[in-house]
């Protein structure tokens, strides 16, 4: 590969690009190949994609084989890493690619049931070795292959869910920060359950009271984990499958005052605006508004329209906790889009905490695209 692709190597980064490669060798689909510079120096060991954009995935620095221990390897010390950062649930993420050097390949563990999704070529045609490894590692009674994902289109991967091993239980259902969850591991969105803000809901327990409003609440996150604290939760999404869970986990867990609403957050943000509602507490966890960089202004004019609104419908003293979870939108420019929007709606707005994913989703230096959520706790002063 060329100079340029060299330099991100060594600059920490494990992705090098088509264009930047010169020669393919004999490589065959998703091979584990040797990756030498233009003056035939050694670089490390990647996974080599045929057909995707991002044609290397650096595995190691070194010539390495990448078999069943080379995998348990990595993925045991992903799991070292997980045994001291996570806390208070059976639901945590074991594996997330990049981060973990792993490219390609995200593991979460639900008690004991696991789910992974193999995003590449080479972790593709690594599965059965991983599964192998999970068993070894986890015992577990069910992995489910949530293969589903559009970037696999990318690489020529069919889009599938497949049970990998053993059987799916009737109900799957985990602790999370002392809450009884329900989990969907062959259809929910992203399973259902949002193990990325498993922190930041604490935070916004923390903070909230009085009524608040969760918009984009999905099974119900944010809303049942500050329901304890609250008068009230008035918890929307468009999405009907997703509120039946939410009710399910609300019932579950004998929480009663979360009100469950079908409809689209923009339009019912105007409407409480118009009907003059104010909440003490707001919730704003969208859906990824860049998933591309040729989106991101589009995306900003996004954040700044919903926060607008959200704004407007606090009282003094009120609490505002906006998330971004669009790797393309850095924090510096959600905090720019919160403060127009904290403008135009003529509020002073000060910043409490600014948070990111929980710590089972690590993020690496030298690798931008590992830190992807944004979670802010605003006040009205
Ligand atoms: N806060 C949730 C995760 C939100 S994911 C949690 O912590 O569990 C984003 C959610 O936004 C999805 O559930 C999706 O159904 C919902 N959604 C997308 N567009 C919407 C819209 N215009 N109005 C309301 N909900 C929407």
Known sequence: MNRKAAGRVASGHPWIFSSDVVDRGDATPGDAVRVVDQGGRLLGTAHYSSISLITLRM????????DNAFLLDRLQAAEDHRRLVVQGTGA????????????????????????????DQGMDRQSAAIVECLVEMFAPRLIV????????????LPLETRVVYGQVPE?????????????????????????????????????????????????????????????TVEAVDSSAAAL??????????????VH????????????????????????????AFAKSRSAVDGALRGYREINLRGLK???????LVTCSCSHHVAEAMLLEAVAQASLDANRTVRVLERRTQALDHPILLTVPETHYLKCLVLQVV
């Open 313 to 319: 419908l606090l009282e003094p003293g009120g609490i």
């Open 59 to 66: 595995l190691s620095r070194r010539a390495q084989a990448v």
């Open 244 to 257: 039946q869970t939410a009710r399910t986990n609300a019932e579950a867990n004998g929480i009663s005052n």
């Open 145 to 156: 292959a949530r293969n589903d994902v559009a970037v696999r289109s990318r690489e020529g």
């Open 260 to 287: 469950l609403l079908e409809a689209n957050a923009f339009d019912l943000l105007a409407g409480h605006a118009a009907a003059g509602r104010r909440f003490q507490t707001i919730v704003l966890d969208p859906p």
């Open 171 to 231: 109900d799957i259902r985990v602790m999370m920060n002392g809450l009884r969850l329900q989990v969907d591991l062959m259809g929910g969105q992203k399973t259902g359950i949002f193990l990325d803000q498993r922190e930041n809901y604490l935070a916004a327990a923390r903070w909230a009271r009085g009524k608040a409003l969760d918009c984009f609440t999905c099974t119900g996150g944010f809303a049942l984990h500050m329901a304890a604290q609250c008068e």
């Open 92 to 119: 945590y993420r074991v594996a997330f690619g990049e981060a973990d050097q792993l490219p390609g390949l995200v593991v979460d563990r639900y008690g004991d049931c696991l789910v992974m999704q193999t995003l």
